[in-house]
């Protein structure tokens, strides 16, 4: 059974205080690993997919690697905007999963305080 | 903006009764995905339809809960029975095809059992 978790559960950091969220995964043979931001009362938006150990993709003040075991999504200089729950999935290749299910971590809470 | 849009917003039913929640993807995204989020949760994945048909039903708790996609755009999550362990936020998402990538979601429709 394909298994996600996330740590820290939660994560208070200071306005440009640089930081990693860590996505522990096992699964059978990976597709792809996902990373989502989720504000209160919406749904999941998309932020980085990851495909192979080694990658990196970058956007903002934010930076996902993955391993073959792991994934990190840095945050460097973090400002109260980028509070929200981060999530991680991953899509598995064996056993014909299909495309559309992603398994996801419980997500972690950050917290940025001005 | 034509983002993917669900109805209704919030749901309160009492237990035993029947339940329809309704997604409109976006325009244009042949594949249309149905996950449940609990409170703490990541979401968890349920149906995932390739136009018309459900690709990957693997996902449904049980057999009180079926999803149809009758013309390949809206589709309606139906739960008979509902039960207190029902109560979650229900998110729908679509994309341009199935596939590894980026899923739009909606806002959720939350469901409360009484």
């Known amino acids: 059974e394909d298994q996600v978790t996330q740590s820290p559960e939660a994560l208070r950091l200071q306005e440009g205080e640089s930081s990693s969220l860590n996505c522990s995964y096992t699964v059978s043979g990976l597709r792809g690993l996902f990373w989502y931001r989720q504000d209160p009362g919406k749904g999941p938006e998309f932020l980085f997919t990851?495909?192979?150990a080694g990658e990196e993709k970058e956007k903002e003040r934010l930076k996902a690697t993955l391993t073959k075991k792991e994934s990190f999504l840095h945050i460097t200089a973090p400002k109260p905007e980028d509070s929200a729950t981060y999530l991680c999935a991953v899509q598995a290749r064996a056993g014909g999963t299909s495309y559309g299910k992603l398994t996801f971590g419980q997500g972690t809470i950050l917290t940025v305080h001005p | 903006g034509a983002g993917v849009s669900q109805t209704p917003s919030n749901k309160v039913t009492e237990k035993g009764k029947y339940v329809e929640l309704r997604c409109d993807p976006i325009s244009g995204h042949t594949a249309l995905y149905w996950y449940r989020q609990s409170l703490g949760q990541g979401p968890e994945f349920l149906i995932y339809?390739?136009?018309?048909?459900?690709?990957?039903d693997s996902g449904l708790p049980n057999d009180r809960f079926f999803a149809v996609r009758p013309e390949g755009s809206v589709s309606t999550l139906k739960i008979q029975r509902t039960e207190r362990g029902d109560s979650a936020v229900y998110l729908c998402a679509s994309s341009p095809a199935g596939g590894p990538g980026e899923l739009f979601f909606g806002e959720g429709s939350r469901l409360t059992v009484l």
């Open positions: 339809f390739q136009g018309t048909g459900a690709a990957d």
């Open positions: 990851l495909y192979s």
